[in-house]
């Protein structure tokens, strides 16, 4: 899956196709939570003494549905794509998504870094990056070479676009699953997407897009107060419905963001745990989440970003970060970083002795 891949189904889902496949998701078997939960009680420790770690753990036994949940082989899709809202200049920062999508297929970037220590595999995806053609070790699924529109002038993508994008993340989540893959994690390398992500949760959640934007290190104030003023404009001219999520995502969200939803909403339905990354992803969860609520029980929130938005999509989710970093790199770095946490609860749910030798619910 790591190279120029033309085999991904591209008859197009409809969005009441990719509605009706939502509302299938189950809630994950908390009987097997609980059987979890009296092997942890029975462990040679204190009632509860790691805390979180044996909430993590009893989560992915009731996404598992076993007792003893497996994490391993896990990946890391890495989701490349051009925002138009970057012709807005809101950010001085030159493009580097087609090098740094070069730098992960030649197994350099800091993303890989984090892979290999942490064995993960890292695949990067091509949705629609410029200046990035048909390079090896590249999934090249292109939507739209030019990436998305400019929001503060039109929509980002029209219906059929964000509906391809949606597909296309969930078919590589799909054949990923099939692969053997237990864990995933979706990251990202795009061009303003921060802001395509701060939009689209400012519209959801009907917050003033201004208060939420990110200031990146070394904007000047007068480029912040700009970025600012471009989005919240952006968001009050489209004045899309917070009751309607894909319709902001086709209005202001990049491929990424799309594809994103399209990859969790897959492993969701087939029991796979996800670990989201930073305001991109958690984003992408909460356009899921308003529409099939279920979605956050099959989440895990890698850290919390320095971004502002980060807070409100959290809270939005119901979830609570496992780190507090001050990271925002992207790539999906985060959620990587927070992968030994979820060994750790494994490898002392298996391994620790037991008070009891006759209360062992390991099988």
Known sequence: MTTNDASVNKNLMTKEQFLALLQDLQLPDQALAVRARARWNNLSKPLASFGQLELMHQRLA????????????????????????????????????APLLRSIAA???????????????????NLGVRDLSDEDGIVHIV????????????????????????????ELALRAIQ??????????????NTASATAVLAALEET??????????????????????????AVKKHDVEAGDPLQAVHT????????????????????????????????????????????????????KTSEPGCELALRSLGLTSILDLDIFHGEGSGAVIALP????????YRESALLDDGVDFIN
Request: proline share 5%; with cysteine.
């Open 143 to 170: 939507i739209n070479p030019e990436g998305t529109e400019n929001f503060a002038q039109t929509e980002a993508m029209n219906e059929a676009e964000m509906m391809l994008a949606i597909q296309l993340g969930y």
């Open 252 to 303: 202001f969200g990049g491929f990424d963001l799309a594809a994103m939803m399209g990859f969790y909403a897959a492993a969701a339905l087939n029991k796979v745990p996800i670990i989201l990354d930073g305001l991109i992803s958690q984003v992408a969860a909460v356009v899921l989440h308003k529409l099939q609520p279920n979605i956050s029980h099959y989440l895990f929130a890698a850290h």
């Open 107 to 125: 197994n350099t970037a800091i993303i890989n870094i984090l892979g290999r220590q942490k064995e993960t595999t890292v695949i990067p995806v």
């Open 341 to 348: 946490l979820m060994d750790s609860a494994i490898e002392i």
């Open 62 to 97: 009731a996404i598992a549905g076993s007792s003893d949940p497996e994490i391993k082989p896990r990946a890391v899709f890495v989701f490349g794509a051009d925002n138009g809202i970057e012709k807005s200049r809101i950010n001085p920062a030159p493009n580097l998504v």
């Open 179 to 192: 692969s053997g893959y237990k864990l995933l994690i979706a990251g990202e390398a795009g061009s303003a």
């Open 208 to 233: 003033d897009a201004a208060s939420i934007c990110s200031r990146e290190p070394g904007l000047s104030d007068d480029m912040f107060l700009r970025k600012q003023e471009i989005i919240a404009a």
